[in-house]
């Protein structure tokens, strides 16, 4: 009796210990599965990560370069080099305007722990387009505007006209964005206009010189400059709230509170305000450049350029 005991006991035992056995290796099963996910996935992430950035930085390099196409090739393969990605591995092309520029990257990336599942490795892709074109509708405009004309960089304009080269009677190349009246205009002189502004959008004219609310708002942007000396055409800061983003209207003759049509957008550094009254004028030099930093705005690759222009990614 007493040895038959034994024998389940020890029979007993031989199963727990296979139990374990089974148990241990289902377990190690699944946390090989667990380091291939952390890992190998991981991995793959990771690359693509690197990849896109590299395709998107290409790509804006190569935009600036357009309508050229061969100067924006050879700045997107330095780019991608740059960026740790050969030549070999991507691929350019351009649409057929040659207004937009496409950049493809592809790479194997090997696994270390899923190759006990069979899985050697997987392929990673990126892809990024950008296209480069003038501003067609901008944020933080400033309610001044000035007739369509050619542009020199570093040339002083009239942003705001005196009494005796204003646009037609009581106008003097002020705009009404938002609201109308002296309060708004200022606030948007000082601060930018927080709507949008666009292309082809008809604009109510702002009449009278104001020019107590003029003066508060240029000096307001002008008292903000941080940098010593202050900015000047020859060296100035493209987010300085000096510089300000004016839109072009088409030449019309305007009397009273009227309409112009917006067709562009330029960007001047404020000179400041010279003259008292009806004679107060707002001078400014003409920029090129992209968009100051935190300005909502839109491009257009085939539209006329007025200085403001940038490029930027798509879809």
């Known amino acids: 009796m007493m040895k038959t005991l034994n024998d389940v006991l020890r029979k007993i035992r031989r199963d727990e210990k296979g139990t374990v056995l089974v148990l241990a290796a289902a377990l190690m099963t699944v946390i090989l599965g667990f380091a291939a996910l952390a890992t ?8 693509k990560s690197r990849l896109q950035n590299a395709c998107d930085a290409a790509a804006l390099a190569a935009a600036r370069e357009l309508p050229s196409t061969v100067a924006a090739r050879e700045k997107a393969v330095e780019y991608l080099e740059y960026n740790g990605v050969s030549p070999e591995e991507a691929v350019i092309s351009f649409d057929s305007t040659g207004t937009r520029v496409t950049v493809e990257a592809s790479r194997q990336v090997n696994f270390t722990f899923a190759r006990i599942f069979g899985l050697s490795g997987s392929q990673v892709s990126a892809k990024a387009s950008a296209v480069f074109g003038s501003v067609k509708s901008i944020s933080g405009v400033v309610p001044f505007g000035i007739p369509e004309q050619k542009l020199v960089y570093g040339q002083e304009y009239k942003l705001k006209a005196g009494s005796h080269d204003g646009y037609g009677p009581g106008n003097y190349g002020a705009l009404a964005l938002g609201f109308r009246g002296a309060s708004s205009y200022r606030n948007n002189l000082k601060y930018g206009y927080g709507g949008t502004v666009s292309v082809g959008d008809w604009v109510l004219t702002e009449p009278g010189n104001m020019s107590g609310p003029t003066a508060e708002g240029v000096n307001y942007r002008l008292s903000l400059c941080r940098h010593t000396p202050k900015c000047t055409i020859n060296s100035y800061h493209p987010d300085c709230p000096m510089v300000v983003i004016v839109p072009i209207f088409e030449p019309t003759y305007l009397s009273g509170r009227d309409e112009v049509k917006i067709v562009g957008f330029g960007a ?6 010279e003259g008292t009254g009806h004679e107060s004028v707002v001078s400014g030099y003409f920029l090129q450049m ?3 930093e935190g300005l909502r705005y839109t491009l257009d690759p085939n539209g006329a350029d007025y200085g403001l222009h940038a490029a930027k990614l798509v879809e």
């Open 40 to 47: 190998d996935v991981g991995a793959l992430a990771l690359e």
């Open 290 to 292: 992209v968009p100051p």
């Open 268 to 273: 001047f550094l404020l000179k400041g305000v």
